[in-house]
């Protein structure tokens, strides 16, 4: 079996995982949403964390993060947080967070960025989740 990264989920019997792969912010301009994950679950209830990983890169004070998920379209979990004086040069860490997952819904989970300087660094997110109930 080899790894999987892109923007789908893979369910196997009553687990489900999905690895983004690297979204390099240098790759847009500032402010665009870029979509690190994009499926739609399946048949089944599913309980699941999502970790992300972030290399700031040469982030400045007032650059912006943003991490965004939606299902069904609705936003139902929004990050943000600015860089500052007081956390340039340290590690930066969002928190890893719990979601059920309904049967056969849209998810899709989205990095935003901005930058007035100039746009660096990148993000990833895992998802692993078990399943808890069928539709």
Not at 2 to 31: H, P, Q, R
């Amino acid at each position: 079996m080899t790894l999987t990264v892109g923007k789908n989920a893979i369910a196997f019997e009553k687990e489900i995982y999905a690895y983004s792969g690297l979204i390099d912010f240098s790759a847009g301009s500032s402010g665009d949403e870029r979509t690190a994950l994009d499926f739609t679950s399946p048949n089944a209830y599913y309980r699941c964390d999502l970790a992300i990983s972030i290399d700031s890169g040469s982030w400045v004070n007032t650059d912006i993060l943003g991490t965004i998920m939606r299902l069904n379209g609705l936003s139902v979990y929004l990050n943000k947080f600015a860089i500052t004086a007081t956390t340039l040069g340290q590690a930066q860490l969002v928190s890893p967070f719990a979601v059920i997952l309904p049967p056969n819904t849209r998810v899709k989970f989205i990095f935003q960025f901005s930058s007035s300087t100039a746009m660096t660094g990148n993000a990833a997110v895992v998802l692993t989740g078990r399943m808890i109930g069928h539709a």
